[in-house]
């Protein structure tokens, strides 16, 4: 078992991850947290050895009954956002793994995905375009992680052996500009897969103070546009956003004429959105954090509210527990 795992398509400098454009790549390390920044510390594995390693997380995992679905075990990818060194995000990461995924009771694994942003506030136009340019690698995964799970269902129904069916739920914590990396993503992904009808590959996708388009996740949008394409991918698509968080107020004036950010206001027509699509404002759970664009992750109580979505808790229970929407 390895104490983290990280895929990034940065390039590869001798200190570590770099802020370039370049192919997938794996590494893990059995460094506890405090000694991860030393790249030294970091072995680089194919992508097979990812995988099994992966599947040497799982084969522990319990198989739950269906009506006890919210306690099966999670893969979880982070994807971080904009103005994020590798370090950046490890920080993040880390601080996630040890607030959700820690111990028995924890969900399970999670994976740092790390894209070639800049690290810099004025690289925010640089930072979105490798956002963009990140999608092939990352729907890369998403289409072997695609063909994994089939194999196993199809495995497991040949054999009649539900030992055989995949142990963990797979689910994604984006933040910020991440969500571009995944709408590019998963799109892509959808795309190359044929738009399949026959699993869910991600079951929960959290969007945190998301820096995409609003409207992005509309019905009466083209079948073919990235937000079809994405909820098709997904079991339950959850945005959390906040009218605090002034960093999304300046990305908005950036782009799109003004076009408003998902994770500050939510979001655009709530009566025409996919049924496995909603949104939840955090504002209450985040009141008294330093950077309320990051501020899911720095309150107790939103990041009770993450877990409970990753669980896959309903959306009125949700709702009740917390004050939302």
Not at 65 to 78: A, R, V, Y
Not at 298 to 322: A, H
Request: aromatic residues 6%; negative net charge.
């Amino acid at each position: 078992m390895k104490n983290a795992l990280m895929i990034t398509n940065r390039n590869i400098a001798a200190d570590g991850p770099g802020t370039k454009l370049d192919s997938l790549r794996y590494f893990a390390t059995d460094a506890a947290a405090a000694k991860r920044t030393e790249w030294a510390r970091w072995q680089e594995l194919t992508q097979k050895q990812m995988r099994d390693a992966l599947l040497d997380e799982m084969k522990d995992m319990p198989l739950v009954p269906e009506e006890q679905n919210e306690n099966q075990k999670h893969i979880s990818l982070f994807v971080h956002g904009y103005n994020n060194t590798w370090l950046d995000a490890l920080s993040r990461y880390n601080q996630l793994q040890k607030d959700l995924y820690a111990g028995t009771d924890g969900l399970g694994v999670i994976v740092l995905y790390t894209w070639p942003s800049n690290g810099r506030v004025t690289d925010y136009l640089a930072d979105r375009q490798d956002a963009e340019a990140s999608r092939t690698a990352l729907a890369e995964l998403f289409v072997a992680l695609h063909d994994h799970v089939i194999a196993m269902q199809r495995l497991a129904a040949r054999t009649d052996d539900e030992e055989k069916l995949c142990r963990a739920k797979i689910s994604v914590i984006a933040h910020s500009m991440g969500n571009y990396v995944m709408q590019n993503a998963l799109a892509t992904a959808s795309q190359q897969l044929n738009n399949p009808q026959l699993v869910t590959l991600i079951h929960q996708l959290a969007m945190v103070a998301a820096d995409v388009d609003n409207d992005l996740l509309q019905e009466s949008k083209p079948t073919d546009s990235d937000g079809s394409l994405m909820a098709n991918l997904c079991y339950r698509i959850t945005a959390l956003y906040s009218g605090l968080d002034q960093v999304l107020g300046a990305s908005a004036g950036l782009k799109h004429f003004g076009t408003r950010r998902l994770g500050r206001s939510g979001l655009a027509d709530r009566t025409d959105v996919y049924d496995n699509v909603w949104d939840f404002d955090v504002t209450a759970l985040i009141q008294g954090v330093e950077n309320t664009h990051s501020g899911v992750f720095e309150s107790k109580k939103s990041l009770s509210l993450l877990e409970d979505i990753l669980r896959g808790v309903d959306r009125s229970v949700l709702q009740e527990k917390y004050g939302g929407s």
